[in-house]
T-cell receptor, first 114, second 114 residues
Framework: DAKTTQPTSMDCAEGRAANLPCNHS???????VYWYRQIHSQGPQYIIH?????ETNEMASLIITEDRKSSTLILPHATLRDTAVYYC???????????????WGLGTSLAVNP | EAQVTQNPRYLITVTGKKLTVTCSQN?????MSWYRQDPGLGLRQIYY???????DKGDVPEGYKVSRKEKRNFPLILESPSPNQTSLYFC?????????????FGSGTRLTVV
């Protein structure tokens, strides 16, 4: 599975958009980009994932560059409760027999400030 | 409510005393996995299971055992715990196949071995 590079920490003002970047320059054609977050030692929470196209759900938007070597997670209106560590992970998605192992980096610690 | 339930949340034990951390999910997920999280190392996979009676080692299986006798349960067994197994443990589950999204994680078990 490809590795990812994320900034160690970021700040964001409450109510503004938080844009979290991720580099995955060695991603393979069948690898998905997943985003999770972890709030203070709680269990990680799935946010969103994508393969090629941009994706949006009730939590966030995921923008993947055309060459798929990087992506950005966007929290459109960050709140204090979005303060967490955000993990960008790439791995093979669907397919019987695959270990769904996620290789976790250390993520980006996002602080949303009042 | 769809969830992964781990017990106990906190456990302090002594070296060599066998213990079991339970994990149960109510989403009929085929795939289940155990991770440990240590400072500076991120989450690392211990064991995983693709379905009932199908288990396999992850990246750090030494000192751990698992079983999958029922689809909903995936206990983690430490036959002879040692201080280097002091960690935060997470159980996770997911669907396989076209219904797959991301993992659902439990709330974690903080284990201290003295």
């Amino acid at each position: 599975d490809a590795k990812t590079t994320q900034p160690t920490s970021m700040d964001c003002a409450e109510g503004r958009a938080a844009n979290l970047p991720c580099n995955h320059s060695t991603i393979s054609g069948n690898e998905y980009v997943y985003w999770y977050r972890q709030i203070h030692s709680q269990g990680p929470q799935y946010i969103i994932h994508g393969l090629k196209n941009n994706e949006t759900n009730e939590m966030a938007s995921l923008i993947i560059t055309e060459d798929r070597k990087s992506s950005t997670l966007i929290l459109p209106h960050a709140t204090l409760r979005d303060t967490a560590v955000y993990y960008c992970i790439v791995r093979v998605g669907r397919g019987a027999g695959n270990n769904r192992k996620l290789i976790w980096g250390l993520g980006t610690s996002l602080a949303v400030n009042p | 409510e769809a969830q992964v339930t781990q017990n106990p949340r906190y456990l302090i034990t002594v070296t060599g005393k066998k213990l079991t951390v339970t994990c149960s999910q109510n989403m009929n997920h085929e795939y289940m996995s155990w991770y440990r999280q240590d400072p500076g190392l991120g989450l690392r996979q211990i064991y995983y299971s693709m379905n009932v009676e199908v288990t396999d080692k992850g990246d750090v299986p030494e000192g751990y055992k698992v079983s999958r006798k029922e689809k909903r349960n995936f206990p983690l067994i430490l036959e002879s715990p040692s201080p280097n197994q002091t960690s935060l443990y997470f159980c996770a589950s997911s669907l396989l196949g076209t219904g797959e999204r991301g993992y659902t994680f439990g709330s974690g078990t903080r284990l201290t071995v003295v």
